[in-house]
T-cell receptor, first 113, second 112 residues
Framework: DAGVTQSPTHLIKTRGQQVTLRCSPK?????VSWYQQALGQGPQFIFQ???????QRGNFPDRFSGHQFPNYSSELNVNALLLGDSALYLC????????????FGSGTQLSVL | GENVEQHPSTLSVQEGDSAVIKCTYS??????FPWYKQELGKRPQLIID?????GEKKDQRIAVTLNKTAKHFSLHITETQPEDSAVYFC???????????FGAGTQVVVTP
């Protein structure tokens, strides 16, 4: 079992650009959540997808958007990148809707210059 | 919304000693409390979790206690080993679609 797979592992962008991060959930999991982890801090919830719909959203601007595909994989899109968007972006999957037993991927390290 | 505070931010212990990390939460509706361990450059890994209908849960050298009245929960690691060195995060959530609210993390260093 490959667990949660995220791509790319590292990414460098400049201010104002757009970025797309990808996530494949753990086998048997149908719910995907995205978190932003700034250096030295705990992960911050961005949003959660289930049945291809955004089910809950954290305190992030509309520049952050996402999508879930029929095979449960997911994308996180960030538009108009700011320096403050530099962080580790973690994808987590879980079975069902209870948001328990989240299984995290290794993340995408995004650097905005 | 939910706010989770975690203490201490760093914890140094001698190998074989016990380590205790404490968290408090603000939302009395929270009913699920996981603990994650994150080694440098690696993904957060769930090490133990507890639901609000349980006061204590143990798994080998790790235990978690929950005090719903005081709205705090703690992680206890006994007989610490060098491989326990990592950052530990507590979190809280409630209900379906309940987002996990994480604490700021505790850097644990176990010295031989």
């Amino acid at each position: 079992d490959a667990g949660v797979t995220q791509s790319p592992t590292h990414l460098i962008k400049t201010r104002g650009q757009q970025v797309t991060l990808r996530c494949s959930p753990k086998s048997g999991h149908d719910t995907v959540s995205w978190y932003q982890q700034a250096l030295g801090q705990g992960p911050q919830f961005i949003f959660q997808y289930y049945e291809e719909e955004e089910r809950q959203r954290g305190n992030f601007p509309d520049r952050f958007s996402g999508h879930q595909f029929p095979n449960y994989s997911s994308e996180l899109n960030v538009n108009a990148l700011l320096l403050g968007d530099s962080a580790l972006y973690l994808c987590a999957s879980s079975p069902g809707t209870a948001n328990e037993k989240l299984f995290f991927g290794s993340g995408t390290q995004l650097s905005v210059l | 919304g939910e706010n989770v505070e975690q203490h201490p931010s760093t914890l140094s212990v001698q190998e074989g000693d016990s380590a205790v990390i404490k968290c408090t939460y603000s939302d009395s509706a929270s009913n699920y409390f996981p603990w994650y361990k994150q080694e440098l450059g690696k993904r957060p890994q769930l090490i133990i979790d507890i639901r609000s209908n349980v006061g204590e849960k143990k798994d080998q050298r790790i235990a978690v206690t929950l005090n719903k009245t005081a709205k705090h929960f703690s992680l206890h690691i006994t007989e610490t080993q060098p491989e326990d060195s990592a950052v530990y995060f507590c979190a809280a959530s409630h209900g379906s679609w309940g987002k996990l609210q994480f604490g700021a993390g505790t850097q644990v260093v176990v010295t031989p």
